[in-house]
């Protein structure tokens, strides 16, 4: 509880500093899709997916699995590869995912990211219930 | 120059943030989408 409210005040913190800092959306997908698009332009989003990257591996040394659990469930790496190109290809579509529309969107009251944050939320959800309640075992 | 500290710095916090809330964990994000209950 304690630890969920804290690492929401860094998450915040995170995007307030790359914004009054550089101008920047702290997104996942948007820095991604930027250092990818031109990996000599900016140097923003190459350092940020850096800070982000080297960190995680860094607090998965330091603390195993408690900080940086990788588990997957029981999904093979077809399915895990079928949902990364689709999750890919809806943040491309909408301009942003839950970091750039649902963190710094919604932050700045932005209308099209309170819609884009609400129907993700709302399809991922139903998504969850459908694979785990009305088709439970459907999907392996 | 100051692009890249305040990228590196504010990438490093998001890490920080997302691992110390949990949200690094796949089955705490599926609990939490999940309404219709464990």
């Known amino acids: ?140 | 120059m100051s692009q890249r500290w305040f990228g590196l710095a504010s990438g490093a916090l998001f890490a920080l943030g997302l691992a110390l809330s949990g949200m690094t964990d796949p089955g705490k994000v599926l609990a939490f989408l999940d309404v219709g209950g464990a």
Do not use: D, E, K
Request: with cysteine; hydrophobic share 50%; aromatic share 8%.
């Open chain 1, 1 to 140: 509880m304690l630890s969920a409210l804290l690492g929401g005040l860094l998450i915040g913190l995170s995007a307030s500093l790359a914004w009054s800092g550089a101008r920047q959306v702290a997104g996942i997908s948007g820095m991604l899709g930027g250092f990818l698009r031109a990996p000599w332009g900016s140097p923003f989003p190459g350092w940020f997916l850096a800070g982000l990257v080297g960190t995680s591996l860094l607090l998965g040394r330091v603390n195993g699995a408690a900080w940086t659990n990788a588990s997957v469930g029981s999904r093979s790496i077809g399915w895990l590869l079928v949902a990364g190109l689709l999750v890919g290809f809806g943040t491309q579509l909408s301009n942003g995912c839950t970091s750039g529309h649902g963190v710094c969107g919604v932050s700045r009251g932005s209308a099209r990211s309170l819609v884009a944050t609400l129907t993700f939320m709302t399809v991922a959800a139903l998504v969850v219930f459908l694979t785990r309640h009305a088709f439970a075992g459907a999907v392996p």
